[in-house]
């Protein structure tokens, strides 16, 4: 089992950046795939990236691809997204997930939720 903590959204103006970390406890993390969703109220939580248990199998949405960076650091417990030139679109809360498989881009294929942290993207 691993908890997982989200931190680092806020405001940024579009073409700046921003880093988001996730912070998982436990000793299991690096047996994880972990990945990067995204929700807005009213809205299915999307898929933006994944990564597998060793960092060498990345995925990432088409919206995002390009701007954003997903990495993880096994000997922290720690994965990150990188936001580079947000768009206004890209406000959303952002939740880490952990799961099995980094292949997959649907919320059911994860077992482990961070409780989110909002990202506004001014325009």
């Known amino acids: 089992q691993v908890q997982l903590v989200e931190s680092g959204g806020g405001l940024v103006q579009a073409g700046g950046s921003l880093r988001l970390s996730c912070a998982a406890s436990?000793?299991?993390?690096?047996?994880?795939?972990m990945a990067w969703f995204r929700q807005a109220p009213g809205k299915e939580r999307e898929f933006v990236t994944s990564?597998?248990?060793?960092?060498?199998?990345?995925y990432y949405a088409d919206s995002v691809k390009g701007r954003f960076t997903i990495s993880r650091d096994n000997a922290k417990n720690t994965m990150y997204l990188q936001m580079n030139s947000p768009k206004f679109e890209d406000t959303d809360v952002y939740y880490c997930?952990?799961?099995?498989?980094?292949?997959?881009?649907?919320?059911?294929?994860?077992?482990?939720w961070g409780q989110g942290t909002q990202v506004t993207v001014s325009s």
């Open positions: 997930a952990a799961g099995s498989v980094a292949y997959y881009r649907t919320p059911v294929s994860y077992n482990y």
């Open positions: 990564l597998s248990w060793n960092g060498e199998m990345i």
């Open positions: 436990g000793r299991t993390f690096s047996s994880y795939a």
